[in-house]
């Protein structure tokens, strides 16, 4: 029993030098951030998009039937008329009815590309 206890106590001590040897070798593979420019927000402005935003009545069902899809159609407008530049240069799809893809072309096809999640419903307590 002494033996397996020992035993046992050995395996725990390697375990830790492994994950320790591991934490401090390993190195990150995070590629480096640029740094981002200095821009100026008009945070009462962008409170008020927000706060129209939120009141379209965007819920998702597991019934599909259930869903105001007029709801949905009504918070992609308002996004198009709050933020017209941006509807200028970006390519807008929209999936499955109600979800909206973005795809913003970059001036090098050599770059790798960078994806941005969001969401704008909510569902149902």
């Known amino acids: 029993m002494r033996k397996l206890f020992g035993f046992a106590g050995l ?6 030098l492994v994950i320790l040897g591991n934490t401090f070798l390993m190195t990150s593979k995070q590629a480096p951030a ?17 706060s129209s935003a939120v009141r379209f009545q965007t819920v998702s069902h597991g019934d599909p039937a259930l869903d105001q899809a007029g709801e949905f159609s009504g918070l992609h407008r308002y996004l198009e008329q709050t933020y017209p530049a941006v509807h200028r240069v970006l390519t807008r799809e929209v999936v499955g009815g109600s979800s909206l893809l973005y795809t913003w072309q970059g001036r090098d096809p050599a770059l790798k ?8 419903d909510v569902v149902p307590v």
């Open 11 to 16: 395996l725990i001590i390697f375990l830790v």
């Open 34 to 50: 640029v740094p981002a420019m200095n821009i100026r927000v008009d945070r009462d402005r962008a409170a008020q998009h927000l």
């Open 113 to 120: 590309p960078i994806l941005l999640l969001a969401h704008m």
